[in-house]
């Protein structure tokens, strides 16, 4: 029996919760984003009225039309946005147009920094600021987006010293879909978390201050066992995905 979009969220949200009571309770919170690539505005609305809050767009000219559409804006008042796509440095204006935008979650570049900087829509007043993620290619495949491992320290030094209009929140991983549990943790996930260790030391923060944001439809539990604060869940809640044939 095929269950509604309304009933998935309700479960993987109870998955969620459940999940996060059975890791030390130290870790911060995980936060559930239902990536609605592709999906329709009236499952958006069917989800957020199941309770979730949070949704992701991986395409930048969607996320903007879907958070000026009528009936989200209407229905969905507290709704928040993550841009989750690659953000090419010619469509910064067009994301400080998305309302209310959460996170951009795939910053990989002092070059996108410093355009996202200068937008007048962002600004060092804190309720303005643009919260951002550094996206690390822990899999090293050539076809993902994201820094070296080795390259994130010196991108979060350049955010924190030269963009005042911005705020890095931590570090997103997308990892390899092929991962076979059976044969131990997930190497993606490890890496993410020795980044996370890094920033930690290098800001000398506490350690709750930096987000890690990894997990996917086919892992979001593997992921918060190992402490993700965001997961990003797209199948599990809105089903298989339709791509127009061009």
């Given at each position: 029996m095929t269950m509604s979009v309304f009933e998935n969220a309700q479960m993987v949200q109870k998955l969620v919760r459940e999940a996060v009571g059975r890791r030390e309770p130290s870790h911060?919170?995980?936060?559930?984003?239902?990536?609605?690539?592709?999906?329709?505005?009236?499952?958006?609305?069917?989800?957020?009225?199941?309770?979730?809050?949070?949704?992701?767009?991986?395409?930048?000219?969607?996320?903007?039309?879907?958070?000026?559409?009528?009936?989200i804006v209407q229905k969905c008042p507290e709704i928040k946005w993550h841009f989750i796509g690659h953000l090419q440095s010619n469509k910064t204006k067009l994301l400080s147009k998305v309302r209310s935008l959460f996170y951009l979650e795939t910053v990989d570049s002092s070059k996108i920094c410093d355009k996202l900087n200068n937008?007048?829509?962002?600004?060092?007043?804190?309720?303005?600021?643009?919260?951002?993620?550094v996206q690390v290619n822990s899999s090293g495949e050539t076809q993902k987006s994201g820094i070296h491992p080795s390259e994130v320290l010196s991108l979060v030094e350049h955010i924190k010293s030269n963009c005042p209009n911005l705020q890095f929140k931590?570090?997103?991983?997308i990892g390899s879909y092929s991962h076979d549990y059976a044969t131990g943790e997930n190497p993606d996930f490890e890496c993410l978390l020795k980044c996370r260790d890094g920033v930690v030391d290098f800001l000398k923060c506490p350690v709750n201050e930096v987000e890690i944001s990894m997990g996917m439809s086919n892992d979001?539990?593997?992921?918060?066992?190992?402490?993700?604060?965001?997961?990003?869940?797209?199948?599990?809640?809105?089903?298989?995905?339709?791509?127009?044939?061009?």
């Open positions: 911060l919170p995980c936060r559930l984003v239902a990536v609605s690539k592709t999906k329709p505005v009236s499952d958006i609305v069917e989800a957020y009225n199941a309770g979730i809050r949070h949704f992701g767009e991986n395409y930048l000219q969607e996320l903007h039309d879907k958070s000026h559409d009528p009936d937008e007048p829509a962002f600004s060092a007043d804190v309720d303005r600021k643009l919260k951002v993620l931590g570090v997103m991983t979001y539990l593997h992921a918060i066992a190992k402490g993700s604060t965001n997961v990003r869940v797209g199948s599990c809640i809105f089903g298989s995905r339709t791509y127009a044939v061009t």
